[in-house]
């Protein structure tokens, strides 16, 4: 049977301070109740201190290494989908092997914003199919806390920080991803990005004065285009693997908006109950909220039960993957 790239652990890490909608109330101006009608959102989880992203996939990777009771030695490749790198270089993922100790893998950061997790997880498991390596790790995570300004009450109720991780193994019993629906469309940047800090615009005074360091978002039109593109392609990939909704065990989707998530569950034909939310513990973590889901519910997965992840992100990216569990 054909080499298939399988879910065979699932780490996850986020930081001890907490950020309620009470906190944000003395901060700007809004309310609880404003906050949890619009996006469902309680609280969110804050990295404090000189840490960076490479902190919260680190700590990721470890619990999930300890689940397998394997090595960092075992590892063969590190894939970091974040939006908030430690730096502008060296990658992430050389940060995190080096913290680790998985001296014997090499890694790579991959960018999509909060379609960056299947991005990763899609391309990691190309390296597992071809057989070219045996452990792969997938990480997603993010210290949006670091890009968000506490000040613009449009942004800053979203996100908080938090990562998670999956390792790919080899599969010959048709477990594991199999398949994936993948866009991109530049055309959307304008509506969702940041507007200093790259080659186009580098760090000067003037843009931190304007504080263009910082998430913006045109909330509006974000929200349109998530509820429709989301909703439609993981809809895509069902019908694209003959899948009914009574054979979806659970519908992982990205937690950005508690009225998105409902959407494309509607659209799928996917009961609630079969639609993960944690999105009110720990708000929009861009990169590490599909795999925070994965590790939140993995004893709720049975072997075999079919998942539909599905995203959508700045730039605009989003996408949606069919994996059949493998734990």
Request: with cysteine.
């Amino acid at each position: 049977m054909k080499t298939t790239a399988a879910i065979t652990a699932v780490g996850a890490y986020l930081p001890d301070d907490i950020l309620t909608n009470q906190d944000l109330e003395k901060m700007v101006d809004t309310t609880n109740d404003w906050i949890l009608e619009r996006t469902g959102i309680q609280e969110r989880h804050i990295l404090k201190g000189p840490y960076g992203t490479s902190t919260l996939a680190a700590r990721a990777i470890q619990s999930l290494l300890q689940q397998r009771n394997l090595s960092p030695l075992d590892i063969d490749l590190i894939i970091v989908a974040t939006t908030t790198p430690d730096m502008m270089f060296p990658a992430t993922a050389n940060v995190v092997g080096d913290m680790i100790g998985a001296k014997n893998a090499w890694g790579f950061d991959l960018q999509a914003a909060c379609s960056g997790f299947i991005y990763a997880l899609s391309t990691g498991a190309q390296f597992i199919e071809t057989g070219r390596y045996k452990k792969v790790v997938v990480v997603g995570a993010d210290k949006m806390s670091s890009i968000i300004d506490y000040e613009d009450r449009n942004t800053c109720i979203i996100f908080g920080d938090g990562g998670g991780a999956v390792l790919l193994e080899p599969n010959y019993e048709g477990l594991g991803v199999l398949d994936f629906i993948l866009h991109s469309d530049g055309a959307g940047r304008e509506f969702l990005h940041m507007k200093a800090g790259g080659s186009m615009k580098p760090a000067s005074l003037e843009t931190v004065r304007n504080k263009e360091h910082y998430v913006y978002q045109e909330g509006k039109t974000v929200f349109k285009f998530a509820v429709t593109n989301m909703a439609d392609v993981a809809v895509k990939i069902m019908e694209k693997n003959n899948l009914g909704p009574d054979d979806i065990a659970w519908l992982v989707p990205h937690q950005a908006n508690k009225r998105i998530i409902d959407s494309t569950g509607q659209r799928m034909g996917i009961p609630p109950e079969k639609v993960i939310v944690n999105i009110q513990k720990y708000g929009n973590t861009t990169s590490g909220t599909i795999p925070i889901c994965l590790f939140e519910w993995k004893d709720k997965f049975k072997k075999g039960d079919n998942l539909i992840l599905a995203s959508f992100g700045g730039g605009f990216t989003w996408g949606a993957v069919y994996v059949k569990w493998g734990c």
